[in-house]
């Protein structure tokens, strides 16, 4: 799976199902060996470990890679690397790269690739943890109204939710700095100041500040994005009855939210990490399933 | 577990006997699907590899964490990395960074932390592994004479064997560099001079000049600081008999002891690392019988 | 097992027996709880992960080890790291080094090594891969040409194949840039022109241009030493029927060899990285075997 746009309604919601039995406590073994690899180019805590766990749930063997210490640093291309893996015996990789539609490069494998992340483009595990999230909250989709704060633009996680959302029936609000938003970045939704959007929706997804993506240096400090776009104490209090604050973590406490609210009761930080492992689970089972491996409930 | 100081000497002997039960062959395999995760902010081959085999000899999943590749370089703090971990699922971690008493930020963390050592503070794990070796030598502390000579001051390790050995019943001296002792280096034993104490002592624990440590140059070379504080081989001969060697490890050849002497009948050095093993199961099965796990003897 | 001289024919064979049934299906899995570790202090994907799947394969528990967050660091001597490893409970290493016979540090080591690379000098499990995968496409050595096209001089791989080649009967060509050959490097075999050496091996194996090795410039470019001594698509052509290309990779792809032919039906460069894993259960289960361990097939 490499990317949402690719996938039906219909997949997004048997993945989804498959997502919430997990979460439910439902179990699911592979029969025989198969070992898998996660290819990390790019640092990660969450989504590395997040599949690493989901890979162990479902028996798997995680075979280690370690991007830095690989021959890539004598230069071998990603093809000839993941050709490599493969030629040894690994049955999947998850693969996060820094370069956009990393995957297009990868026509000859013969095993499946998950994508982690590539670039700013796709972001679909992610994506599929978002959307349980939402699911488990409000149980529907149709006519819920979401809000995005932050660089859309530049984030793998945006693009991705507000176009799955928007298919889904959900109507998809942007807020954030005005010189990050361009009519590409507005194709799945409308442009609201902050204030207006926090009064507005029942899901607020924060951003992350991505420091480390922009090239110049940004024509703000963190204290002024906070005052200016930030979930503050004072905004959280503008929000509706029910209405739940996301973010794909790693926070920056402060900027996009107070420090006092990461675990305030609307906060579902830490439960979309818990439900990342689920999703991953998910998806990776329908990938081995469609290479004809087989699972056994314990 | 945190420090030694906050374990009874009840609990201490408790952690023993199974350590040694260990060590004579006792096994012990968790019941069930446990995760624990290692998160060492600091360089080490030992602990983490011993805290490792240590886990995997209780039968659990060890899901591997590179503190180089994670998130916290893009600076997330070290709560939110440990409560992701927690999210992910896993059910106990080991950490070691260079914060003294960095356990103090985690309270709202719901699965047990072991210690794996704190900055200058603490080492609980590497205390028992060395209170085990003394008590296979020698079955008992009452009444036994100890000698650590070092950097008192700036060691994990001497400070924690001195109060708990002290404790114990055991008498405790120091020797090493003059300056590096001031009152409160000394509050749990003596000094005496290096050549008085190899002496007297029943046990001398050398303990690592830590290069990395210590801020400013040293004032003395390596060869200096053997020839006025190591372990000679002239100094050797002057221990009592049936005494032994003790040292942390990694060890500096020809700094605190003779290259020589580091496998010489005395020594224990490689015997601790053995035991570190076995101190670690007692540890981690004490905390995980704690949280409701049970463990099968096979 | 350090080096393939110290082999006897009889040994080779029997390891590439016991690979060869590996690649054909047999499966055998070490009885009772054994730990193994891989301690590579230089980078690798294809020989580390390979190890691994090796290990995995025959039901070694696999303990991770960094060396860039090792005590190496704080200055540890190899031995002492591996005494510390062996201490620790694990049952066998696999060690890649940049000295030249770092194995001869290692005498008082009482667990199997089995030598993953040393410097400029051995690599018996890439020798053994190699073999056996000649050894499947011709049926025996005896009575085939060999040529070797690179710095054989400085190649790991190319000396030790040469040596155990021409002890099983095959002769041996080499070529590449003349002012790469002295005395030395033409033990096992004759220097030809890279044209008439084409025209005239069974088996082609072109060796990687180890930029990382070469202390001086090279006098060449990429594609000077493509067009010289490459593998081009003109010279493919001029190749034996039923002729092979052998590469031990990573391949700088458009120098040794053009990128069309990375793949191509001569090519066995993939198919050397799948021998790679079932030449190193035999060399593994063999180690095992001697120290008493045994096995059983599934």
Same mark, same amino acid.
Do not use: W
């Given at each position: 799976m490499f990317t949402i746009t690719e996938l039906s309604t219909e997949r997004i919601n048997s993945i989804l199902t498959e997502a919430l039995a997990f979460a439910n406590g439902k179990t699911a073994?592979?029969?025989?060996?198969?070992?898998?690899? *996660?290819? /990390? /180019?790019?640092?990660?805590?969450?989504?590395?470990?997040? /599949?690493d766990?989901?890979?162990? &749930?479902?028996?798997?063997?995680?075979?280690? /890679? #370690?991007?830095?210490?690989?021959?890539?640093? &004598?230069?071998?291309?990603?093809? #000839?690397?993941v050709k490599t893996i493969e030629s040894l015996g690994v049955n999947l990789v998850v693969i996060r790269?820094?370069? #956009?539609?990393?995957?297009? %490069?990868?026509? *000859?494998?013969?095993?499946?690739?998950? *994508?982690?992340?590539d670039g700013t483009g796709n972001h679909p595990s992610q994506c599929m943890l978002d959307l349980m999230t939402i699911y488990q909250e409000f149980g529907k989709f149709e006519g819920l109204k979401i809000g995005i704060v932050g660089d859309v633009k530049h984030s793998r996680v945006a693009n991705s939710n507000a176009e799955a959302l928007r298919r889904l029936g959900a109507k998809v609000y942007f807020s954030g700095p005005e010189h990050w938003f361009d009519e590409g970045a507005l194709i799945n939704g409308t442009y609201l100041s902050v204030d207006q959007l926090i009064a507005e929706v029942d899901v607020l997804m924060l951003l992350r500040i991505q420091h480390e993506r922009h090239d110049a240096q940004m024509s703000f400090s963190a204290?002024?994005?906070h005052r200016k776009y930030g979930l503050t104490k004072e905004r959280e209090k503008g929000m509706k009855q029910g209405a739940i604050i996301m973010h794909p973590a790693p926070i920056n406490?402060?900027?996009?939210?107070?420090? #006092?609210l990461v675990e305030c009761e609307r906060s579902r930080v830490f439960k979309q990490m818990q439900n990342g492992v689920f999703a991953r689970m998910a998806i990776l089972k329908e990938a081995l399933e469609? %290479?004809?491996y087989t699972f056994k409930e314990l």
């Open positions: 073994k592979i029969e025989g060996e198969v070992f898998c690899s *996660n290819l /990390f /180019f790019e640092d990660s805590t969450r989504t590395k470990t997040s /599949f766990m989901a890979e162990r &749930k479902l028996g798997l063997q995680v075979v280690p /890679f #370690d991007a830095s210490h690989s021959s890539v640093n &004598k230069g071998e291309s990603l093809y #000839d690397t790269d820094k370069k #956009d539609r990393y995957f297009e %490069e990868l026509n *000859n494998i013969n095993i499946p690739v998950i *994508n982690g992340g204290s002024e994005y406490r402060g900027v996009e939210i107070d420090t #006092d469609k %290479e004809g």
